[in-house]
């Protein structure tokens, strides 16, 4: 199973970015998906993040009130809508799942390969 993510690009600052995360195999059941971001010299962060099961979605202080977190109905896509972006939000944005293929006891972690987001002042 592969996650694969769309959307990024490069956009002004105080414009809004919509990123889109789709996993390439029905058979597997979604536990939880999310976003991490890695900036040019800096350690892969957390972004946000949404449990499929059920609860409200997480998401890091920076981005927190500006960015959001969405699922389609049938839980085979997760979203990031990017709003009032800065040039602090420039990074590569990973997808990352907890998957469970239905043979399978407990699920296991996944992550795409990533969409470049770059954001001019």
């Known amino acids: 199973v592969r996650l694969v993510e769309t959307g990024g690009g490069s956009v002004q600052a105080g414009g809004s970015l919509r990123l889109s995360c789709a996993k390439s195999e029905r058979t597997f059941t979604t536990n939880a998906m999310g976003w991490f971001r890695q900036a040019p010299g800096k350690a892969r962060e957390f972004v946000a993040s949404?449990?499929?099961?059920?609860?409200?979605?997480n998401y890091a202080a920076s981005v927190k009130g500006r960015f959001t977190i969405s699922r389609d109905g049938t839980n085979d896509a997760v979203y990031l809508q990017m709003d009032n972006v800065g040039p602090e939000d420039t990074a590569v944005y990973y997808c990352?799942?907890?998957?469970?293929?239905?043979?399978?006891?407990?699920?296991?972690?996944?992550w795409g390969k990533g969409t470049l987001v770059n954001v001019s002042s």
């Open positions: 949404l449990d499929l099961n059920g609860g409200p979605p």
């Open positions: 990352t799942g907890n998957l469970r293929y239905q043979t399978e006891r407990y699920g296991r972690d996944y």
